[in-house]
Every structure is written in C-alpha cells, then in structure tokens.
C-alpha cells in the first residue's frame, strides 16, 4: 500500500509478487545537471512513483516516430528520500540511448520508466557494520543513492567509498563527494586516477589493486557489507582480488555494467 | 488502449535495411563487430588446443594447432547475419575448409548426414553436412588476416556463413558426425533448427 | 580493437529481467545449488551471458550452466537442469521508510 505524502513518511513497498513496477509509467525531466563533459544527471518527476531501495534501478524506453523502441537499464541515483529521481547516464560514442539522454533531452520532455527493479544489489542504513563501496567509472551511481540514502538521515555508521576514475576530470560527483566528507569524519574516499593524474596528485595512482584494497579496507573481522560495481572486467577482478583477501563471498555484492566499458 | 507516447527528438541509430541482394529480410548492417558469448570468453593456449573429428565413439582425425595449421588453408571473403539482427559484409576469413578435412581424414564423402558442433563452455551447435561441404563450412583460424581474437572465437571457430552466425559455433574443439539430427544448445531453446536468413528462421516454427 | 556493444547496459539485469518475468518471488534474492558441484549462490550474484539471444546463469565455482532462458515469439523457454535447487526468500516483505529510518513490517 503507498501511502502518499512527503518523502519522509513515504511507505516502500517491496512486494515482489506485485507487478506494478513492472508497468511502464511516464516521468518529467525536472533539471538536467552537468556532472563531467560526458556525464549528466535527469532529474524526473514520476507521480506514480512508489519508493524504492538504494541501488535498485529502472528500465528506461524510447519509441521513435516510427514505433521502433530502445530500452535500457540505469540506476537510480537519488535516495529514497528524495523528491525526485535521479539518473546518472555517460554518454557512449557510439550510443543508441545513451547519447539521446544526455544531448538531446530537455527539461519539459517526458520520458518512460519502470521500476524500481533488484533486490539484491541493495544497502539501506539498517543494515547494521561498515559499508564498503567500490566503484569504476560509471558504476559510482547505485552506490551514490547509497551514499545519499546515509547522509539524508543521517547515518554515520562507517562507510568507505573507492572510486576508479580515468582521470580528474571523469570523476562524477566531486564536489559532493568532497562535501559528504568534509561534514561526515565517518566516510573516506579513496580516488584512484587510472590514465592521468594532475601533477600535484597524492591519490592513488593506476588501477584499484590488491594493496589499494588492504591498504585502506575494514579488515575481514568487522564483516563489511561491500559493494561492487563497474564495468564486467573491473568487478570480476576486484571480486576476486577481495576474495584472496579472506572476504566472504556472500558479504560481497556486485554489479556489472554491460560486457565493456568505462 | 493508451498509445505509447513518443520520445521527442529520439532517432534510431540503425534504419531496417531494405532487403537487397546481400542483406537478408529484418537485418541491418553493422561496422561492428558485436560480441555474443553464451560464457566468459576462454582464454585458449594453442599449445593446449587439440580439434577431432569424431564418428560415434572413433575418432576419424585429431590435430594439433601446428598440425592444423599445416593442413591446407582458404580464405573466403563472405557476409555474416547474426539471429540478433545485425549483418556484417566483407568479412575476410581464413582456415581449413570442411571439404579439406575429409579429404585429410581419408573420406571422400561425410560418414553421415549430421554433424554437432562442441565447442568449449559446453557450446553445442548442429549442422546438416549438405551445410558444409562445396566449400560452404571451415574451421577458421584468422579474420581479416589476423588470428581470431579470442573474444571472436579464437583460436578456432566454426564458419557457416550462409546460416545465422550462432551457427558458426566459437571455439570449437570436435565435430561430431550423426547419423540423426539433434538440436545443439540455442535450437534446444526454441531457436530454429536449421537457421537460414533468408527465410528469417529465427525461432523454431519460423 | 574489436567493437561490441553500442551501448552502456546493466549487464546482468538484461538477462534477469527476462527471468523475473516468470517468477513472483524476486529472482535475484533466490539462492541456487550447482547440480554439478553442490556450490549454493545467490542468483543476484552471478554472472550472466547469453543476451540479447538469452540467458545464460552459469555457476561462479565451477561455469556449470545453472539456467537458460530464451524469449522467443512462442513462449519463453527456460531450463535448469543444472540447477539442483532453488530457494526463494517469503513472497511478501514491506519496508517503511520514516524519518528514522527504515523498519522492516
């Protein structure tokens, strides 16, 4: 049952025998926000809206003129106290969806949505020890919503965040990041910068690897709850590499965005 | 009944090819080369890599790479149509033909009529011999004159190019002669049992 | 470099999603056993190949094929001969979300 309100007393059902999430329903772009020179934020209004579960995600459709329709998948990034859904899009070269999102799409236009959908890849603050996050490149958006879902309570339960970007500049959410961390002495963030680095850079420099992670990690006793998510290549290897570091495989969750990426 | 509303501004990339001559009905033509697995790409040691011909329980012939590599060598210059809509054009490859491995296992025709492709990752794909011989099917080691990349197949897949491109099965190591069809591993899941593009045989009752 | 796919997806959910659309029970929580090598996982978990002509759930362990799933316009077809068991979390859960954080009712 929805009992509708604002989002503080908002009721979120999850249901899973319920197939409303399943209907397509149609959400107004409200803002678009410019996170990098690829990157942009939707910000939608969806009056059907139920609620949803940080790190769950929505399927997205587009029916051209002619009725040819594309569908895609994004995570939602906003929390769910938030008033409006937020979906992070990287524009990709060679795109069908992605480059409409993030070049075409204006504030007024209307888009079809449907969700929230996956209970698996799921972190509320209830959920009692340390988070640990790990993103790659695109894949810092359902942990974002994780994030938001933490400081919108707040909750300064212990949270780390280790973040693999190309460069400076591809870093989504830097400025929030910062300021998450700059009233929170509860969350770290670990940058790491894969292909360029400022010259004046003390972060990591190169991929996440098995040091970065036991350099800077909860240590296996404090059983944190770890989220893994970025393209197939990146998950799998720090999946394993958390692995060989006495992880439990059930505390570790991935995600993994499509075959290639980044 | 609500029409689905349209996205403002929103184009297609791909346009549905009218059909010529070379693109068969409800394909488009790609530049890319999408890749479609059933399982996480191996990662194969040619040193390692064996491929047999098989008849029931003998096998007619096994090769090692360098053996293989020695057998005599094609290239054909071909288009390829994947089930998923997608058709390549001009797509160079090179291996040993079918009609070539019978001839260096001593057969001057196939011992049956059917053949089942295994390939690593438990991938299975059948295949009527008919299919095959007249230069119709190799075993291809090289696409545009480069070793297959293994994400491709390689080192060695199966080429059938005039049926829908699952049909070329990826890394395939035996072919297995049968005297009665069975269905591989996409036809035992509704797919068509023979797949020809021509006539859109996607999905079984095509 | 060979290209692939043209655009930026959630992996494993193509693949899911067509599951999700035979079970009532959220498919991602359910936990599944390997015929082949006994391993238990949670299908939310695994790696998913096959699409867009399907779905291909294999075990972590072993690459044991657990499911197979193919959408095609007679019917969805689905086989888990691989698969020795599946357990599904309770069909129904709510949470509510209060200022003071989530309770489970």
């Not at chain 3, 079970?23 to 929580?29: E, Q, S, W």
Request: hydrophobic content about 40%; glycine content about 10%; overall charge neutral.
């Amino acid at each position: 049952m929805v009992i509708p309100g604002n989002s503080r007393d908002m009721t979120v059902t999850d249901a899973p025998s319920s197939s409303k999430r399943l209907e397509w329903q149609l959400a107004e772009v409200r803002d678009v926000v410019i996170e990098t020179y690829r990157v942009k934020s939707l910000l939608l209004l969806a009056s059907g809206w139920q609620g949803h579960l940080p790190g769950q995600h929505i399927d997205v459709r587009l029916t051209a003129e002619n009725g040819y329709q594309a569908q895609r998948s994004y995570s939602i990034a906003s929390p769910p106290e938030d008033d409006l859904l937020s979906l992070t899009v990287e524009r990709v070269d060679d795109g069908e969806v992605s480059p409409y999102l993030v070049d075409e799409l204006r504030v007024g236009d209307r888009l079809e949505l449907r969700g929230p959908i996956g209970g698996y890849f799921v972190w509320t603050a209830e959920k009692s020890g340390p988070l640990w996050l790990i993103a790659g490149g695109s894949g810092i958006t359902p942990l974002m919503a994780m994030l938001r879902h933490r400081d919108r309570l707040p909750s300064r339960a212990p949270a780390l965040l280790m973040y693999s970007s190309r460069s400076l500049e591809d870093i989504i959410y830097r400025d929030e990041l910062d300021a998450m961390v700059g009233r929170d002495a509860n969350l770290r963030v670990v940058p790491a910068l894969t292909r360029q680095q400022p010259k004046a850079w003390t972060g990591h420099r190169g991929r996440i690897d098995r040091a970065t992670l036991a350099a800077h990690c909860f240590p296996p006793a404090q059983s944190p709850a770890i989220y893994v998510c970025g393209p197939t290549t990146f998950v799998e290897s720090i999946s394993g590499l958390l692995v060989e570091l006495d992880y439990d495989p059930s505390s570790i969750k991935t995600e993994r965005f499509g075959p290639s990426g980044g | 009944m609500e029409e689905t509303p349209i996205s403002r501004g929103f184009r297609p990339k791909r346009q549905e090819q009218t059909p010529t001559d070379r693109v068969p009905p409800g394909q488009y033509v790609t530049t890319d080369f999408p890749v479609l697995s059933a399982g996480p790409t191996p990662h194969i040691k040619v040193t390692d890599w064996t491929f047999a011909l098989q008849l029931g329980g003998s096998l007619l012939g096994k090769w090692s790479w360098a053996q293989f590599e020695a057998l005599p060598q094609t290239t054909i210059k071909t288009d390829i149509h994947c089930v998923t809509k997608w058709s390549k054009l001009d797509t160079t490859w090179q291996g040993v033909t079918f009609d070539d491995l019978l001839k260096e296992v001593g057969l001057s025709e196939a011992p049956a009529p059917y053949v089942m492709a295994h390939c690593d990752g438990a991938y299975t794909t059948n295949v009527p011999v008919a299919d095959l011989v007249g230069g119709r099917g190799m075993v291809a080691t090289r696409y545009g004159g480069l070793p297959i990349a293994p994400a491709h197949g390689g080192p060695a897949r199966l080429l059938v190019p005039h049926l829908y491109f699952w049909k070329s099965g990826k890394w395939v190591r035996r072919i297995r002669f049968m005297q009665k069809d069975e269905r591989g591993f996409w036809e035992s899941l509704g797919y068509h049992n023979y797949g020809d593009p021509w006539k859109q045989q996607r999905y079984d009752g095509d | 470099m060979a290209n692939n796919v043209s655009d930026l997806a959630l992996d494993g959910n193509t693949a899911v999603r067509l599951l999700q659309d035979l079970f009532a029970a959220d498919i991602t929580l359910a936990q599944i056993r390997c015929e082949a090598c006994n391993a238990a996982q949670g299908v939310g978990s695994l790696a998913t190949y096959g699409t867009p002509m399907g779905a291909v759930l294999r075990c972590s362990c072993c690459a044991n094929i657990l499911i197979r799933a193919a959408q095609t316009p007679r019917g969805l077809w689905l086989e888990m001969t691989g698969a020795r068991c599946l357990k599904f979390q309770s069909l129904h859960a709510s949470f509510k979300l209060g200022a003071s954080g989530l309770k489970i009712c």
